[in-house]
Nanobody, 122 residues
Framework: EVQLQASGGGLVQAGGSLRLSCAASGFTFDDYAIGWLRQAPGKAREGVSCINISDNRTYYSEYVKGRFTISSDNAKSTVYLQMNNLKPEDTAVYYC???????????????WGQGTLVTVSS
């Protein structure tokens, strides 16, 4: 069974950092891309970042570029999102998702994790 488990969320002050993890199983990890997406209460879901595992190509939303870094540990089948200089507007449930490539629509990934909540206080 395909499983994606997001973890690492929590409550931080503005300017702080968190590292989210997405542990994958049930599929061939390096055949896929892993994306991070987020949804704040009352807001539309939006893409945050994505990494293509086979060639390590990465993508970032303009809202997070320069603050967030996506990376993978292929031996652990885990993707990380290092989030620095967090802002209150980063508050959202963060989901990891998998598909055969990046640049999918925000609901178009084949597989989804349950999400992890990030709250950034002023």
């Amino acid at each position: 069974e395909v499983q994606l488990q997001a973890s690492g969320g929590g409550l931080v002050q503005a300017g702080g950092s968190l590292r989210l993890s997405c542990a994958a199983s049930g599929f061939t990890f390096d055949d896929y891309a892993i994306g991070w997406l987020r949804q704040a209460p009352g807001k539309a879901r939006e893409g945050v970042s994505c990494i293509n595992i086979s060639d390590n190509r990465t993508y970032y939303s303009e809202y997070v570029k320069g603050r967030f870094t996506i990376s993978s540990d292929n031996a652990k089948s885990t993707v990380y999102l290092q989030m620095n200089n967090l802002k209150p507007e980063d508050t959202a449930v963060y989901y990891c998702a998998a598909d055969k490539g990046c640049l999918r629509g925000v609901y178009d990934y084949d597989y989804w994790g349950q999400g992890t909540l990030v709250t950034v206080s002023s």
